[in-house]
């Protein structure tokens, strides 16, 4: 005669009969088996327990980082087939966790021989600004605050106006990338209408972003003049005409056309665009 006991670890059931039932040691990590169960023998493995080994490596971290790092100490350990004591584990808890909270934007030297370059933070900021930064970003400001009236202001007045004055425009908006500036240019004055550009200069800049697809989805229409490597102010100036919102000229400083090449410059260009009859 047989009895069905179960365990309810796994869902498992072990059949045995019932003048042979022994209860059943099971062997499993302490913090695995569901609680409540009435098993006789519990033998612990050769790991300590997530609980445990939590506990032991003291980090200060929230505690759902401390017990997955736990759990990978412990499988790769199991991975192995090695036994662990929680002064072996406890240390891996440690560095793993310090990893993952550790800032990941540190100080580096720029070896490269590109002065501005991009993907090292461009141009490092003067010691006014740093001072400037520090003095404000631990407290509350007047970013959208107009202090002459109380009311709600707006964060572009605290740098439209020295822009402004610095490039002698009508207005100024500030953005934090170049092809976030093209679009939001495009979009406001040249939606539905022509911007002329050289095939010269229709690039990939930094981080995918291409000047084609920037004009499409600022919702202009490009109309591309002269060659991959040669174009000239006779090639924009038959392109220009009176569906024309703007001539875009591309500036390379990632990227150069060297050899048999030609492209006006942004001067030769700005002489071209005063001196047609259409507006751009």
Do not use: K
Not at 101 to 125: D, E, K
Not at 186 to 211: K, N, P
């Amino acid at each position: 005669m047989f009895s069905r006991y179960r365990t309810s670890l796994r869902h498992c059931s072990v059949w045995c009969p019932l003048e042979a039932y022994v209860a059943p040691v099971v062997v499993a990590p302490a913090d695995d088996l569901p609680q409540g169960d009435n098993l006789v023998g519990v033998v612990q493995g050769p790991y300590p327990s997530v609980d445990a080994l939590v506990r032991a490596a003291h980090c200060e971290a929230p505690r759902a980082l401390i017990v997955q790092a736990a759990r990978l100490a412990i499988a790769e350990r199991r991975a192995t087939g090695e036994p662990a004591s929680i002064d072996d584990l406890a240390p891996l808890v440690r560095v793993r966790v310090g990893a993952v909270v550790q800032p990941s934007i540190r100080r580096v030297l720029n070896a490269t021989g590109v002065v501005l370059h991009t993907n090292l933070g461009r141009a490092p900021l003067a010691a006014q600004a740093v001072a400037a930064i520090v003095a404000t970003a631990g407290v509350s400001t007047n970013l959208e605050v107009d202090l002459a009236t109380g009311r709600r202001g707006s964060r572009q007045s605290h740098v439209a106006p020295l822009l402004v004055e610095l490039l002698g425009c009508e207005a100024a908006l500030c953005v934090n990338n170049g092809a976030a500036a093209i679009l939001l240019a495009l979009a406001a004055h040249a939606s539905g209408r022509e911007v002329v550009v050289s095939r010269v200069q229709l690039v990939e800049i930094g981080d995918g972003f291409r000047i084609p697809d920037v004009l499409a989805q600022s919702g202009a229409c490009l109309v591309e003049v002269g060659t991959t490597n040669r174009t000239r102010c006779l090639d924009y100036g038959r392109a220009i005409g009176p569906n024309t919102a703007a001539v875009l000229w591309v500036h390379p400083s990632n990227y150069r056309v060297v050899g048999f090449a030609e492209s006006p410059s942004l001067g030769e260009l700005r002489s071209l665009c005063d001196s047609t009859a259409y507006r751009c």
